[in-house]
């Protein structure tokens, strides 16, 4: 399989989010170092900036995604099924601490709510870690929420989403053909992802 001449091609796509530890820019280069495959496996999902960052080289080209947060993964899966419902729910949202507060306690009615809930929560904490509100200094612009996910949803589509144990993860998808792409947690920031 291996071909000297092969180069993944990259997307100028970026996550919709911000996520700790993510690689936005990083992500090109990354895609461009990526050895031949057929299956693409990124083990601990994040913002998805490695896979925003690559296009789909042919119509056989399997890729899956994969995070043991079940938040995150729903947020992902709402993204790629239903990203017009999850803007109409973002958009009933208005900017500020009060807000902020409430999408991290409220008791969501949905999925739909729940990924809506998580991504606001993500958007407007200080790197994207969920503890604190990040307040917008004057040279900043507030934070954007009121934004389509149809272009997110279109890459989404044909990838296969996962939300398992990384080892289970790895167990199912090896094969001679798998390109495993891991960023885990860093040591001692475990904590960081809750």
Request: proline fraction near 5%; charge should be positive; aromatic fraction near 14%.
């Amino acid at each position: 399989m291996e071909n000297a001449n092969f180069k993944m091609k990259t997307s100028t796509l970026k996550a919709p989010f911000a996520w700790i530890g993510g690689k936005s820019k990083m992500a090109k280069e990354i895609v461009e170092r990526m050895p031949e495959h057929s299956c693409y496996c990124e083990v601990f999902a994040g913002s998805l900036s490695v896979l925003y960052a690559k296009e789909r080289p042919f119509a056989k080209y399997n890729e899956v995604v994969n995070d043991w947060n079940e938040d995150l993964i729903n947020l992902h899966r709402i993204i790629q099924t239903r990203p017009q419902s999850l803007q109409i729910e973002l958009n009933r949202m208005l900017s500020g601490r009060d807000f902020f507060l409430d999408s991290i306690h409220k008791e969501p009615r949905n999925n739909i709510e729940k990924a809506a809930l998580y991504f606001y929560s993500i958007v407007h904490s200080f790197g994207g870690k969920r503890d604190n509100y990040a307040m917008c200094k004057k040279a900043r612009s507030p934070k954007n929420i009121y934004k389509s996910f149809q272009v997110y949803a279109q890459r989404l589509k044909p990838v296969s989403i996962e939300n398992l144990d990384f080892r289970e993860f790895i167990k199912q998808y090896d094969s001679d053909s798998t390109f495993f792409y891991l960023d885990p947690p860093y040591v001692g920031t475990e904590n960081y992802y809750k």
